[in-house]
């Protein structure tokens, strides 16, 4: 059975897996507008792996720009990680495998998401992005499904693109809900595509 203990460093409360060496971000208790997540923590003299952010973390929080380390092993961002926070800017590191259920819905202040070139994100799951000003978003080549809604109601969004060689396979239900998107090219592997998915899209006018 897997040790797990409860850690604070520098505002950021950690969960720590002494079996494996790794370590969860939990929660805050203290924040500054600017966050830096690093590659480990050291506890009780051993190094800890930061592996993922989980739900609800830093939602609510006041938190508007977050970075990661160059050498960052993050692999999930959990359910409502940030939602509701003053977010500004994230820069996805590039070993996040999955973006859980509304990590970033209701981030009235959220202007900017980019990834790695390198990112090995597969699943943006539902409303990941919902609510958001986001402008402009490109989706990385790895990515085989958008969820449910996930950038339902994001008035701002006008600009979807996608890597040359795509691997998405899924785009569901109402994912592109009342955007402002203007044109939309379908990745050639791309199978399944959810009802209304651009429903109220009403800028849409290139469409292949």
Do not use: W
Not at 141 to 152: C, H, N
């Amino acid at each position: 059975m897997s040790i797990k203990k409860r850690f604070n460093q520098k505002g950021i409360i950690y969960l720590i897996n002494e079996k494996e060496g790794t370590a969860s971000i939990i929660g805050y208790d203290t924040i500054n507008d600017d966050l830096i997540i690093p590659q480990s923590i050291i506890y009780n003299s051993k190094e800890y792996t930061i592996k993922d952010i989980l739900n609800g973390s830093f939602s609510h929080s006041s938190v508007k720009s977050l970075q990661f380390s160059n050498d960052c092993k993050l692999e999930m961002i959990g359910n409502q990680a940030f939602c509701y926070s003053l977010i500004t800017s994230i820069k996805i590191p590039s070993q996040v495998t999955r973006i859980g259920k509304g990590s970033f819905s209701y981030c009235n202040q959220l202007i900017s998401i980019e990834f790695a070139n390198d990112s090995k994100l597969q699943i943006i799951d539902e409303e990941a992005f919902a609510y958001t000003p986001l402008q402009k978003i490109i989706i990385p080549s790895q990515v085989t499904r958008i969820s449910k809604r996930v950038f339902l109601n994001c008035y701002k969004l006008k600009i979807i693109e996608f890597i040359n060689d795509s691997k998405l396979q899924s785009i569901e239900y109402q994912a592109f809900k009342n955007t402002s998107i203007e044109s939309f090219t379908i990745p050639s592997e791309v199978t399944e595509i959810g009802e209304d998915f651009f429903e109220f899209a009403q800028n849409l006018k290139t469409f292949k």
